[in-house]
Nanobody
Framework: QVRLVESGGGLVQAGGSLRLSCAAS????????MAWFRQAPGKEREFVAA????????AHADSVKGRFTVSRDNAKNTVYLQMNSLKPDDTAAYYC?????????????????WGQGTQVTVSS
């Protein structure tokens, strides 16, 4: 059974930083592209960042480029999202997701497995 568990969310002031982690189990982690999405109340789930199965390729949404960095540690079956210079608009529930095919994808429907999410709240 595939399980993705996010952690690291919380309340932070604007300009601060957080590091999200997503621990995966029940799958051959090194075969999966991993992604982060977020969803604010009343809004659709949106792509944040993704990293290819071997970590060689990454993609970031324009809204977070230069502030957020996705990475992974295949030895630990964990994907990370380092978030710097946080803004109130970054407030959302953040979800990690996995897909078995190598190409990075940005649509939620391209991902088969999802975590339960971790809340990030940025105060102004």
């Amino acid at each position: 059974q595939v399980r993705l568990v996010e952690s690291g969310g919380g309340l932070v002031q604007a300009g601060g930083s957080l590091r999200l982690s997503c621990a995966a189990s029940g799958l051959t982690f090194s075969m999966y592209t991993m992604a982060w999405f977020r969803q604010a109340p009343g809004k659709e789930r949106e792509f944040v960042a993704a990293v290819s199965s071997n970590g060689g390729s990454t993609a970031h949404a324009d809204s977070v480029k230069g502030r957020f960095t996705v990475s992974r540690d295949n030895a630990k079956n964990t994907v990370y999202l380092q978030m710097n210079s946080l803004k109130p608009d970054d407030t959302a529930a953040y979800y990690c997701a996995a897909r078995v095919w190598t190409p990075i994808a940005r649509a939620p429907t391209d991902y088969a497995y999802w975590g339960q999410g971790t809340q990030v709240t940025v105060s102004s």
